[in-house]
Every structure is written in C-alpha cells, then in structure tokens.
C-alpha cells in the first residue's frame, strides 16, 4: 500500500492495420481499472493519454515499415513519460495500443536497470525486422527492436540500444512464429514456452521456472501482456487472434505468482480492441488481470 501507480495511455494503432485497436485504453478505463486498483495502492494517478492524432497510413519505401517515422516519434514520447514515472518513485502502467507501443516502454524503463527482465506474454514472438517481417507491421517486431534488431529509428530511440539482452527475455504462451523469429530465437537461446509447455507441463511449473530464471539475472522484470496470449474465446477482442491460447484462469495465477513473487517493476497491456470485442469483455479480462498482479486477494 506504499506504492504508487502510474497509468499512462497509449493510443496507438500505427504499428499494424486493423482500426479499433487505439480504442483500448479507453475501455479498460471504462472496466474499471481505477476502482479496480485504487485499494491496492497508495496512490493511483491516471496521466491520460500520449497524444498520437489520426496521421494518415505512410509506408516506408526503403524499408517497406508501416508509419515508421511516426512510430518512433510516438514511442519516443512514451519513453519519455515512462522515464518521468519511474523518476517519481512510482510503477508505471501502460495501456495500449498495439504492440508497437512496447518500444518506447522499454526505451523508458530500461535505462534505470543494468539488467532488465522482460516477460513477453503473448501468441506471437515479436521477434520479426523489416527483413523477416510478411507484412511490415512494426506491431511484429517489438521485441526484437529492444534486443537491439532492427531499423536505427526505432532501436535508436531514448539515445540507447538494445534495452534488453536476449537471455534476460521470457516469451509465454507462443503459438504463432514466423520462420525467422525461430531462427533467431534458436540463435540467440531465448527461452520461450510455447503452448506445448504450457500444456504439458502446467502453468505453475511454467511461471515457478520463469521467476527463478529471472530473479537471480535480472534487477527489474518488465511484464509485456498482449491479450492475444489468452485463447480467443476467452479474450476475442484482439486484432491477431491465435486458437489455443492460455485461459483466463491460467493468466489469473500466472499473474497471481507473479506478485507473490515480487519481480515486476513495470507492465503494460495492449491490442485490446474493443471494436472486435464481445461487450468489452476482452477490457475487463485485462483489468481483471491487473488486480491479480497488483495483489487483489479472494480472501
């Protein structure tokens, strides 16, 4: 209860193609998430949204990247807030948004840890770069942005790179990788749990293995949450749905042994996009799930 929060909006549908997704700050607000986590702190400021507008769609001729130039103006702006937050003393709670907005988060928290931890709870690896990617989503490649991989404008971004080192990282709940992004998670010995895992070994094995991975290598851990990491049916309001995913009851205590553990220092949730979404359930999941990181307790 001495901690503060820090919730800052990032609007952003730049990094992929499908409106509705710079909507979903708007609805995890309107889930509640300030009454959902108002009683786990001391303070809880909401700092509104990083202003992004509706700048028209702009490929990047040279390098085929969708809005590139804007995505890294925006992402610079949100490492700079992040910064700011964590310079107050306070946890900073990012809502996205596409995935994208993971580069100007991790630009702004990592340069306050000489060893991040990032957990990466998501469908997808995130590992593409302009030459892996099918489709020149900057969404697709967040992850290997911060590693260090990828166009300067964007590795580049807060003046520093990478942000993290691939055996800091942890991806749960893969099932959709495209073949360059195995590539180089079998170069580089990145440690993921694929939905395989998940199954065969259970979440608790899962998520006990992660936290002591990262607990001796890392001095921060940074939870990334793409609500596409869940299955479908449980969270249909995503812009890139994968069948197969995590449950909702898997993520509550994958979030709930997380906070018993104490490593998170920063998150974000993102591509909730309510526009897709069945009576903004896939929103109150996501705050759901924040009350269970934050120590929201049954009993």
Known sequence: ?????????????????????????????????????????????????IPIGRPEVVIDHASNLRNLNLV??????????????????????VLGGDHSIAIGTLAGVAKHYKNLGVIWYDAHGDLNTAETSPSGNIHGMPLAVSLGWGHPLLTEISGYSPKVKPENVVIIGARALDEGEKELIREKGIKVYTMHEIDRLGMTKVMEETIAYLKDRTDGVHLSLDLDGLDPSEAPGVGTPVMGGISYRESHLAMEMLEEAKIITSAEFVEVNPILDERNKTAAIAVGLMGSLFGEKLL
């Not at 490492?79 to 964590?86: F, P, Q, S, T």
């Open 72 to 93: 890294a103006e925006k992402g610079g702006l949100l490492a700079h807030k992040v910064d700011e937050v964590i310079q107050s003393g306070a946890f900073p709670l």
């Open 1 to 49: 209860m001495d901690k503060k929060l820090s919730i800052i909006g990032m609007p952003m549908d730049l990094g992929q193609m499908r409106r509705g997704v710079d909507m979903g700050p708007s609805a995890m607000r309107y889930a509640g998430i300030n009454e959902k986590l108002k009683p786990l702190f001391s303070d809880v400021a909401d700092l509104g949204d």
